[in-house]
């Protein structure tokens, strides 16, 4: 849905089709939705291709405004029966030549190995960008791979500019031509883990810098983040990055201890989809003085092996929870019974809090030391006004739901 | 007696779901049983998200 002028159809069957529905549906984009049923017969059948080819080109011709790209999203089921998809994208390339098709895969079912349907689709919406050799400008960094743009006051946002260079993001690219833009760029900067993989693909296809620099809650991580980025960009007057760097760690040193003296000593669960550093959060709080007792996850990224190993030996009995697991269908709470600071939406829904930072997935903080900073004023915030988390949380899982999704 | 799904007669242990972090595995910290879902391996994150 960021990509200007785009159109999505899935091409799937009804028990899946429910979920992807009623995220367009919250987003009210209905408008740039569409989708094809796939249906038993058509799997009896073997012409899973032609209702996938004929679906989506009806679906292409009722639309009001022709796109100028088409995310088209197989499935699951597509794969099960071995469906031939480059006949798919092949066929429908050859009747609306004036779109671009992207290549979209839902497919997470067994799937041990390989890149997620994730990692995949951040990949696929950067793959129509290339660049004349021309065009290319050393000056222009575009930052991709996350779904939320950074927060002007993050580190990225005011280093870049110091150092001489625009940045471009797709979050504020408003037509297609702008979004192609962002191919013109000399460097390619990636914050969020799972847009590593398809950003760097992109920076090797096209000849470009790539820079890794995830987001963080480790101060010496974030310092050799910053150091790397300010040697790569060769900054023109020279400027001295420490001073800037000591100034933005007394900055969240007092911010953090401020959220501290109001929060006290009260119980606070995290969860994975607030930060995809959740237990490097948890390492953060619990060496400044909070009272961090609860993690939910269900794996442990190799970017939090440290902070792991670190918290089995300082925090032993630091509780893990799953969120996948089926007995957490009941072992959750309708209200907590004491005051509890939940940091994200599933340890809001978990501990039945009231009291929770609504943030998913870092949203803009992913910007080095602002992100810590922004963090402890969120949890301030959070733990200061009561919210009723069922006007805020999608609604697309909340319980009383029949399906068996 | 048919029972609705979610409704228990016995408190639910919280065993295989819930683990203190000393005694938990890297990368996954819960006994795994057979799993349709894809764990993220290369971000840690359950892939259930977009269905």
């Known amino acids: ?405 | 007696m048919l029972r609705k799904v979610g409704e228990s007669a016995w408190p639910i242990s919280e065993k295989d779901a819930v683990v203190s972090i000393k005694d938990a595995s890297y990368p996954i910290p819960f006994p795994q049983g057979w799993n349709l879902i894809h764990r993220h391996m290369a971000v840690g994150i359950s892939f259930i998200l977009e269905c």
């Open chain 1, 1 to 405: 849905m960021l990509i200007p002028e785009a159109h999505q159809i899935y091409v799937c069957a009804d028990n899946c089709m429910r979920g992807v529905v009623l995220t367009a549906a919250e987003m009210h984009a209905e408008d740039r939705f569409s989708f094809v049923i796939v249906e038993e017969q058509n799997l009896l059948n073997g012409d899973l291709e032609d209702l996938t080819i004929e679906g989506t080109a009806d679906l292409i011709r009722k639309l009001k405004k022709m796109p100028k790209a088409i995310l088209l999203f197989t499935v699951c089921i597509h794969h099960f029966i071995g469906c031939d998809l480059e006949r798919i994208y092949r066929e429908l390339e050859e009747q609306f030549p004036e779109i671009t098709f992207l290549r979209c895969y839902m497919d997470p079912i067994m799937q041990k190995h390989g890149p997620t349907p994730d990692q995949k689709l951040r990949k696929a919406m950067y793959e129509s960008l290339d660049s004349e050799p021309d065009k290319m400008d050393t000056k222009q960094i575009s930052i991709l791979g996350s779904d939320f743009a950074l927060d002007q006051s993050s580190d990225l946002k005011e280093l870049l500019p110091k150092a001489g260079y625009t940045v471009r993001e797709l979050q504020s690219c408003r037509t297609w031509e702008e979004y192609k833009e962002l191919g013109n760029a000399g460097t390619f900067l990636c914050c969020y883990p799972s847009g590593k993989y398809g950003i760097e693909l992109l920076a090797k296809r096209l000849d470009r810098t790539f820079l890794y620099l995830p987001l963080s809650f480790d101060y010496e991580e974030i310092k050799k983040e910053e150091e790397i980025l300010w040697n790569t960009l060769k900054p023109e007057d020279n400027q001295e990055l420490l001073p800037w760097i000591e100034k933005k760690i007394s900055l969240c040193e007092a911010a953090l201890e401020h959220t501290r003296q109001v929060i006290g000593n009260t119980p606070i669960a995290i969860d994975y989809t607030f930060h995809p550093r959740p237990l490097g959060l948890a390492k953060l709080l619990l060496t400044h003085g909070f009272n961090v007792e609860t993690v939910y996850l269900d794996s442990i990224s190799p970017e939090e092996k440290e902070a792991f190993a670190w918290l089995k030996e300082k925090k032993p009995e630091l509780e893990l929870r799953s969120t996948v697991h089926a007995k957490m269908r009941l072992l959750h709470e309708e209200h907590a019974t004491d005051k509890i600071l939940a940091i994200g939406q599933k340890a809001a829904w978990f501990t039945g809090s009231r009291y929770f930072v609504n943030l998913v997935q870092g949203a803009g903080l992913q910007g080095g030391f602002d992100g810590i900073r922004r963090t402890a004023e969120l949890m301030e915030e959070a733990f200061s006004e009561e919210k009723d988390p069922k006007t805020l949380i999608v609604k697309k899982g909340w319980g009383g739901c029949t399906s068996c999704i």
